[in-house]
């Protein structure tokens, strides 16, 4: 699985002209399946995302993590949206082709369950749409954008 983090001050996802996820500070998480991924690399990746220490501590280091952002215990929002763009191959041509994401109806199961383990494990926890066509909105809080990919079980 893929995933791009965004730090953010705010972000929100639109539908049709109706937000439908919004969060403050915190990590717009873009996600994508690709072929083969399991629920068990989904976990994997939210592990890795929840525990990543990107924001700052009172010293302006990068120490802390969505789960203790402030350093209080105060954790910052999550806004998990798919992307299965994020699995494009741009090495045959100038046309990404998308071949290596999952199938529609294996990549929703696998953002379902992604959203889910999420939403048990982080109290602040939105979402966009998936395979409808949206409009995300950002404060890119440094900029920081972090990639992240698990790799398949093997």
């Known amino acids: 699985m893929i ?3 965004q730090r ?10 109706q937000t439908v996820g919004a969060i403050g500070p915190g990590l717009l998480v873009l996600v994508c399946a690709e072929q083969g ?9 939210l592990a890795k995302i929840l525990k990543l220490r990107i924001f700052s501590d009172a010293q302006g280091k990068m120490n802390l993590s969505v789960q203790d952002m402030d350093g209080n215990g105060t954790q910052g929002g999550l806004l ?13 041509g100038n ?9 529609p109806d294996e990549g929703r199961r696998l953002y379902d369950v992604f959203v889910a383990a999420a939403r ?11 395979a409808a066509h949206m409009q995300v909105s950002l404060v890119n809080d440094g900029p920081v954008t972090i990639p992240v990919r698990v790799a398949p079980a093997t």
């Not at 998990?80 to 045959?92: H, P």
């Not at 048990?120 to 998936?130: A, D, S």
């Open 8 to 17: 953010v001050s705010s972000a929100r996802v639109d539908v049709e002209g």
């Open 95 to 103: 046309r990404p082709s998308f071949t290596g994401a999952a199938a």
């Open 80 to 92: 998990i949206v798919s992307q299965f763009t994020l699995a494009a191959d741009t090495t045959g």
């Open 37 to 45: 991924d399991t629920p068990a690399q989904g976990d994997k990746l």
């Open 120 to 130: 048990r494990l982080h109290p602040v926890v939105q979402t966009g749409v998936f």
């Open 3 to 5: 995933a791009v983090l």
